[in-house]
């Protein structure tokens, strides 16, 4: 008799929390999206763990893989850990110190060539108008060629209440920003190596609970996906550094061989932009235009002339075999994938669309090879 309730009870619960959410759904998301809000520091702590795993993974197989020491094997963790950040951390502070005294110096040049420009100009718009129209324009003078000083104060204190309540808010803002933006960060690093001091005891809760409250074989299809999605996703990002790397060198090289101004930092700046699937390449290229241009617009010309060869080379043959075969997705779904996957989220669609599209593609192959 309990077997027969248990399905229209389960059905009901069903009915009723629809109802709940479609009649509450403007409160629904509202809550939602303040959760959310809220857990991006621990979301965003996770994707750091996972991105510094890799490089943790990689030293505790070269700290001293043979060794039977208790003191070895407990300063494995920790010491890899502190390796891995500040790997990450150097070399961040290599890409700045290679971009940023070059990308200051363009912008100091430029602004040296635009400073007669605009002191020309404003010659010749005094030439134009003379004093007392620009004057008569503003309202500042009365009828009788006298100066209105009463329209002139009251002008400047609304200038200048106006500018300090600008640059008042503005600078709360940005102070807010700086807050939150800082505060997010701290949290995310904290909860990172968290995860990453005590990964090998979270997977294991985490499997037991599954196993708990799935069925074996939802379980055993579950932990499947997880696994082919996180073999996916690591040789991804091993191979979109590595590919980064080639592209960011093969710039560098062509415009040293071209003798192309600012061959590092636009090397460097392509390299880095270049994490960014395929597209990438061409953020970076039109930094590197505008630089160039302020020495020589010819040259400028002529490096988003060579940019555009070397991506056509680098999108349809280097990134297919780069990172298609790391993850073993063939070139053709590689650039499907970051195609959809764009068109559909962006930047952040090209970034998960090709190791997704890799695990879908592992998962069918492996289904069709079973079944035949």
């Not at 329209?151 to 200048?160: G, I, M, P, S």
């Not at 960060?185 to 005590?198: E, P, T």
């Not at 999605?229 to 061989?257: D, K, P």
């Amino acid at each position: 008799m309990k077997q027969e309730w248990k399905e229209p009870l389960r059905f009901g619960a069903v009915l009723f929390a629809l109802y709940l959410a479609v009649h509450y759904w403007e409160s629904l998301a509202a809550l939602t999206a303040l959760a959310a809000s809220a857990a991006f520091p621990l979301a965003l702590g996770a994707v750091i763990a996972y991105a510094v795993n890799i490089l943790m993974s990689t030293y505790e197989g070269w700290y001293f893989p043979n060794s039977k020491k208790t003191a070895v094997a407990k300063s494995r963790r920790p010491v890899c850990l502190v390796l891995a950040y500040a790997s990450l951390v150097g070399i961040v502070a290599l890409i700045v110190r290679m971009i940023l005294p070059e990308l200051i110096q363009s912008v100091s040049l430029l602004l040296q060539e635009l400073a007669p420009i605009l002191q020309e100009l404003s010659v010749k718009l005094n030439e134009s108008l003379g004093p007392n129209q620009l004057a008569d324009l503003a309202g500042l003078f009365a009828s009788d060629g006298t100066v209105n000083w009463h329209e002139l104060a009251a002008k400047a204190v609304n200038f200048l209440l106006a500018g300090l309540g600008g640059v008042m808010g503005s600078l709360m803002s940005f102070l807010s920003a700086a807050v939150s933006t800082a505060f997010t960060a701290i949290v995310s690093i904290i909860f990172s190596i968290y995860l990453l001091m005590g990964k090998e005891n979270l997977s294991r809760q985490c499997a037991l609970v599954l196993k708990t409250y799935l069925k074996p074989s939802w379980y055993s299809r579950l932990s499947y996906f997880l696994e082919t999605l996180h073999n996916c996703f690591r040789r991804f990002v091993v191979g979109q550094c590595t590919e980064a790397v080639i592209l960011g060198l093969l710039c560098m090289g062509g415009m040293l061989l071209f003798h192309f101004p600012y061959a590092s930092m636009v090397g460097t700046l392509i390299g880095f932009t270049a994490l960014i699937p395929v597209a990438g390449a061409y953020i970076g290229a039109g930094v590197g235009a505008f630089l160039i241009f302020t020495i020589s617009p010819f040259k400028a010309l002529l490096f988003l002339l060579f940019i555009s060869v070397l991506q056509q080379l680098e999108g349809n043959l280097i990134y297919p075999k780069v990172v298609g075969s790391s993850i073993g997705l063939p070139g053709i779904w590689v650039l499907a994938a970051v195609t959809i996957g764009g068109g559909v989220l962006g930047i952040g669609g090209m970034l998960l669309a090709v190791p997704l599209a890799a695990t879908l593609y592992q998962m069918l192959r492996d289904d069709v090879a079973r079944r035949n």
